[in-house]
């Protein structure tokens, strides 16, 4: 055997071998991380977005539903025998009454904390609070997933009574926070109104 062919079936030395698993070894080191951060932002963005669509179907609950009613009235107030304003716009109520359109009474309002009953304020307070939402007088039910942490629910009527010249109209503002995983939160500040269809005579 010549000396070119004895070069070429020489092979790798071990200090080559040992070099290529440490180059190799950090590689997949740093690809692993950057797999392992990739996933839990993935999980972190599915759980947001899990939670914020929780959170806008409750919102598009209401809405739909205070549009095709009547009889606004802010507060719970019991049976609804006559529409009625927030006593001070700046501060509105904790809960919001009205009849939908098949005439069936509906009350939404702010939890106690950790309780399925309505708030008597606007702000939750210590614990965790959601939306809830009764009808004809039956009991509470959530609208909101226990990651979504509501922690100030207002409404604010105006226009209500009938024979005034305004269309009854009703202001949600919803403040919070989501819960998403291993202790990271998001929070939001949502408002929205929503006018009477009923023409208001």
Do not use: W
């Amino acid at each position: 055997m010549n000396k070119k062919n004895a070069q070429q079936a020489r092979g790798f030395t071990l200090v080559e071998v040992l070099v290529s698993v440490a180059l190799f070894s950090i590689v997949m080191v740093v690809a692993l991380g950057s797999l392992v951060a990739l996933s839990s932002a993935v999980r972190r963005a599915e759980a947001l977005d899990t939670a914020t669509n929780n959170l806008s179907s409750a919102l598009d609950a209401i809405s739909r539903a205070a549009r095709t009613g009547s009889i606004y009235h802010c507060g719970s107030g019991g049976s609804l025998s006559a529409p009625a304003d927030c006593p001070d716009a700046t501060v509105g109520a904790p809960s919001f009454s009205f009849l939908d359109a098949d005439g069936v009474q509906v009350t939404y309002c702010l939890s106690a904390p950790g309780a399925l009953t309505c708030n008597t304020s606007t702000a939750c307070g210590a614990g965790s609070c959601s939306i809830l939402r009764a009808k004809a007088g039956g009991s509470f039910v959530p609208l909101t997933a226990p990651e979504v942490n509501v922690t100030t629910l207002r409404f604010v009527v105006s226009g209500a009574p009938q024979g005034d010249n305004l269309q009854p109209r009703a202001v949600m503002l919803l403040v919070g926070t989501i819960f998403i995983n291993n202790g990271l939160t998001s929070d939001f500040r949502l408002q929205t109104s929503v006018t009477q269809h009923l023409y208001d005579q």
